[in-house]
């Protein structure tokens, strides 16, 4: 019998986590048995988010240095840069404005009742974070001592170093070679790793999604329903229906070939509920399975973990329309548009880790002056929602890295 292969292992995996995830729940949450198989699936999954978070860092850091030092040694990098750009803020806008539209029709959360959520508000206490407090915080936190970042595994700041440092490697030509060279090597080592990890991806997948589902808190999933409805039916129309057409337009790659080749790393986003942590699979699949070229995946893809986050965006949108709904207060049109700008904003502030989106919400609620504490009615069932978000999160890189491949080399044509 042929062995499958890891990517069927993978779905399979994810597959047994749901149906045991559900079979451990029809045993009662305190059975000796649940509680046996939860904390063997705690342990597991944990496990292999460290052993992605080990090689996050490392992988970053040579990753971008070595990407943005051969686009420079291309001249492509000024176009490169353009379009991935351009592409991160067209396909968050999208994702917003769907959020938009969705609350226009569905007005989740109106004439929900607040008296059942006040303990909540009352025992949360918001930072203040208004949108020039995070911009500051955000600024500063770019530029660090490259040391420190990497200790701290500071993605952003590490990313951000590393391009200077790709940047003034081609600038420095011939004399920096040997640098260059060492960071290509040590580069193909991670990803040697990476692919050692990987093999143990459909453990650590099932164990994740055991633990979510047995984990979840089911009768407050029903009674914000319609809110947890509405996110999930937008998040899967950006990301099934928007995202693929965009990529077929481009590109002319139909979905199922899509997902054929990015599927390991959607499912390890969705059981993660981080796309840091699924950057290294993320950058294997679009380099191996998808053939982006190395030097643009190995740009746009960290770069596009940290800032290019589709369902996020969408997120922070949905959930600030639903607090204002909640609490009786009809946004006008350019309310509609501050908490556009500034869920693009968080979107792009948060980082890669779960529950990452809620933190900087507090800014998008307060900058139409909705009360921050709100949060505290979202916290719960943030987990259940991640999932998806973060997965349409690293689905938008995957199909930015091809767009920018495929626009980079007809414009290249047309030079
Ligand atoms: N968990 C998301 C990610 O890692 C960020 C967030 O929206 O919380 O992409």
Same mark, same amino acid.
């Given at each position: 019998?042929?062995?499958?292969?890891?990517?069927?292992?993978?779905?399979?995996?994810?597959?047994?986590?749901?149906?045991?995830?559900?079979?451990?729940?029809?045993?009662?949450?305190?059975?000796?048995?649940?509680?046996?198989?939860?904390?063997?699936?705690?342990?597991?999954?944990?496990?292999?988010?460290?052993?992605?978070?080990?090689?996050?860092?490392?992988?970053?850091?040579?990753?971008?240095?070595?990407?943005?030092?051969?686009?420079?040694?291309?001249?492509?990098?000024?176009?490169?840069?353009?379009?991935?750009?351009?592409?991160?803020?067209?396909?968050?806008?999208?994702?917003?404005?769907?959020?938009?539209?969705?609350?226009?029709?569905?007005?989740?959360?109106?004439?929900?009742?607040?008296? $059942?959520?006040?303990?909540?508000?009352?025992?949360?206490?918001?930072?203040?974070?208004?949108?020039?407090?995070?911009?500051?915080?955000? &600024?500063?936190?770019?530029?660090?001592?490259?040391?420190?970042?990497?200790?701290?595994?500071?993605?952003?700041?590490?990313?951000?170093?590393?391009?200077?440092?790709?940047?003034?490697?081609?600038?420095?030509?011939?004399?920096?070679?040997?640098?260059?060279?060492?960071?290509?090597?040590?580069?193909?080592?991670?990803?040697?790793?990476?692919?050692?990890?990987?093999?143990?991806?459909?453990?650590?997948?099932?164990?994740?999604?055991?633990? &979510?589902?047995?984990?979840?808190?089911?009768?407050?999933?029903?009674?914000?329903?319609?809110?947890?409805?509405?996110?999930?039916?937008?998040?899967?129309?950006?990301?099934?229906?928007?995202?693929?057409?965009?990529?077929?337009?481009?590109?002319? $790659?139909?979905?199922?070939?899509?997902?054929?080749?990015?599927?390991?790393?959607?499912?390890?986003?969705?059981?993660?509920?981080?796309?840091?942590?699924?950057?290294?699979?993320?950058?294997?699949?679009?380099?191996?399975?998808?053939?982006?070229?190395?030097?643009?995946?190995?740009?746009?893809?960290?770069?596009?973990?940290?800032?290019?986050?589709?369902?996020?965006?969408?997120?922070?949108?949905?959930?600030?329309?639903?607090?204002?709904?909640?609490?009786?207060?009809?946004?006008?049109?350019?309310?509609?548009?501050?908490?556009?700008?500034?869920?693009?904003?968080?979107?792009?502030?948060?980082?890669?880790?779960?529950?990452?989106?809620?933190?900087?919400?507090? $800014?998008?609620?307060?900058?139409?002056?909705?009360?921050?504490?709100?949060?505290?009615?979202? &916290?719960?069932?943030?987990?259940?929602?991640?999932?998806?978000?973060?997965?349409?999160?690293?689905?938008?890189?995957?199909?930015?890295?091809?767009?920018?491949?495929?626009?980079?080399?007809?414009?290249?044509?047309?030079?």
């Amino acid at each position: 019998m042929k062995f499958p292969s890891l990517n069927t292992q993978i779905l399979l995996g994810a597959f047994l986590g749901v149906v045991f995830g559900f079979g451990l729940l029809s045993m009662g949450k305190d059975s000796a048995t649940t509680q046996t198989s939860l904390y063997v699936a705690n342990l597991v999954g944990t496990l292999f988010i460290d052993l992605l978070k080990m090689v996050l860092i490392p992988l970053v850091f040579t990753s971008i240095a070595v990407g943005v030092a051969n686009l420079q040694a291309h001249k492509q990098i000024h176009r490169v840069w353009i379009y991935t750009l351009g592409f991160f803020v067209f396909s968050m806008t999208i994702a917003i404005v769907l959020a938009l539209v969705a609350n226009q029709i569905f007005h989740a959360g109106q004439g929900l009742h607040l008296d $059942m959520f006040q303990n909540a508000m009352s025992h949360f206490e918001a930072q203040q974070q208004s949108p020039a407090d995070f911009f500051t915080h955000f &600024l500063h936190g770019l530029f660090m001592n490259p040391f420190a970042a990497l200790a701290q595994g500071d993605v952003l700041a590490v990313l951000i170093f590393a391009l200077f440092l790709g940047v003034a490697l081609v600038i420095g030509g011939e004399r920096y070679k040997n640098i260059l060279t060492l960071l290509q090597e040590f580069l193909e080592i991670v990803m040697q790793m990476v692919r050692w990890i990987m093999t143990l991806a459909p453990f650590g997948i099932m164990a994740l999604l055991i633990k &979510l589902v047995v984990t979840q808190d089911v009768s407050l999933l029903a009674t914000l329903g319609k809110f947890v409805a509405v996110v999930i039916g937008t998040t899967l129309v950006h990301g099934v229906i928007v995202l693929p057409l965009i990529l077929y337009l481009v590109t002319g $790659m139909t979905p199922l070939r899509f997902w054929r080749g990015a599927r390991e790393a959607l499912l390890t986003a969705f059981a993660t509920s981080s796309s840091s942590a699924t950057l290294p699979i993320t950058l294997r699949c679009a380099e191996h399975n998808l053939h982006v070229r190395k030097e643009i995946a190995q740009f746009v893809i960290p770069l596009g973990a940290t800032v290019n986050m589709d369902g996020t965006a969408l997120y922070e949108a949905a959930a600030a329309l639903f607090v204002a709904n909640l609490v009786g207060i009809e946004l006008n049109f350019t309310q509609q548009l501050i908490v556009l700008f500034t869920a693009m904003f968080a979107a792009i502030g948060a980082p890669g880790i779960p529950s990452a989106g809620m933190v900087t919400m507090v $800014m998008v609620l307060q900058s139409v002056g909705l009360p921050a504490e709100a949060i505290a009615i979202l &916290l719960p069932i943030d987990r259940v929602l991640d999932t998806l978000r973060t997965t349409a999160n690293v689905e938008g890189d995957m199909i930015g890295s091809l767009v920018v491949q495929k626009l980079v080399k007809e414009s290249a044509k047309h030079v």
